[in-house]
């Protein structure tokens, strides 16, 4: 997981075209956070914002609740992976972050964040946008072999209760899914959007969806603390690499340090990291940019 998390988009272009209808705030409060057994102590839609992990973040320190929510139908300075700036159209993506203070869950396990908000991505995907995705390790779900959502998250420690001498570890998840993006809108040929995939582009049944499997996905990885010691389950593992179109790909794999190598996925494992196989065996990589160079079949991964 990086050092620095960020809200996800794609480059915005104007096309001139109406603007998406407004996500419903009030009613993804009642189902979300009033309803019976929800799983979010608050929702926020806003309209625009520079970056809603950036706010939930300042929240975080200013005492926010875990499992504090935040939309944002614009974000004028959303941040990609690797220092990437990524913007979009308003009201043409779901924008959220997602506060969660992991309490005993142990920093081991923070690594299997990003991979267990893929699940909840394809999840909700297939439930409110009625496609097949996969995930490219580590943060990246594609439709198609095209990029239609990316995860980043960011750990920082905050005080405990107010006492500035004891700090707890808190995370901000966010996610950029492509809802009602055009092709000219598109960043780069790899990318796509619900519509180009001939999905629903209904956003509020889409960000309800998408939220209710992330509360379900983020509370097994919590319970792999208590359920197996401080490591990841065998389910959530087998439901990952099952998932993971990485996983038996040919990939390039640019290292810190300038250092770049190729070869082919073999595996995720118990930390979270990719295993790599090449000409010299095999290599654990946890930070990096990796490019699928030719999927399994021939399929391009994006």
């Known amino acids: 997981m990086s050092e620095r998390a960020h809200t996800l988009g794609v480059v915005h272009a104007d096309t001139g075209s109406e603007t998406p209808p407004a996500l419903d705030g009030d009613a993804l409060r009642r189902v979300l956070v009033e309803g019976p057994d929800a799983p979010y102590s608050s929702l926020e839609v806003v309209e625009d914002i520079g970056s809603t992990n950036a706010e939930l973040l300042a929240r975080a320190a200013a005492g ?91 750990v920082t420690t905050v005080p405990a209760g107010g006492d500035y001498s004891v700090r707890l570890p808190a995370i901000v998840v966010g996610v950029g899914i492509n809802v009602s993006l055009t092709q000219a809108q598109l960043p780069v040929p790899h990318a796509t959007s619900l ?25 097994q990885w919590r319970e792999c603390e208590r359920g197996s010691g401080s490591t990841i389950s065998d389910t959530l593992m087998t439901t990952y690499s099952e998932a993971c179109s990485t996983i038996g790909a040919d990939v390039r794999v640019e290292l810190p340090g300038d250092i770049v190598r190729t070869g082919r996925a073999d595996r995720v494992d118990r930390d979270g990291r990719l295993v790599v196989v090449d000409t010299d065996g095999e290599f654990p990589v946890a930070a990096g940019d990796v490019t699928h160079v030719r999927g399994v079949g021939g399929r391009w991964g994006g």
């Open 64 to 154: 926010a609740a875990d499992r504090s929510v935040l939309l944002a139908e614009h974000q004028a300075s959303g941040r990609g992976r690797l220092g990437r700036v990524w913007t979009a159209p308003p009201r043409t993506q779901v924008a959220v972050s997602v506060l969660l203070r992991p309490g005993a869950v142990s920093p081991t396990l923070f690594g299997w964040l990003p991979l267990v908000t893929g699940l909840a991505i394809r999840d909700g995907l297939r439930e409110a946008g009625g496609v097949d995705a996969t995930l490219k390790w580590p943060n990246d779900v594609l439709v198609d072999g095209r990029k239609i959502a990316g995860i980043l998250a960011e």
């Open 195 to 219: 519509a180009l995939a001939g999905g629903s582009v209904d956003r509020d049944r889409l960000a309800r969806s998408v939220l209710e499997a992330l509360a379900l996905r983020h509370g």
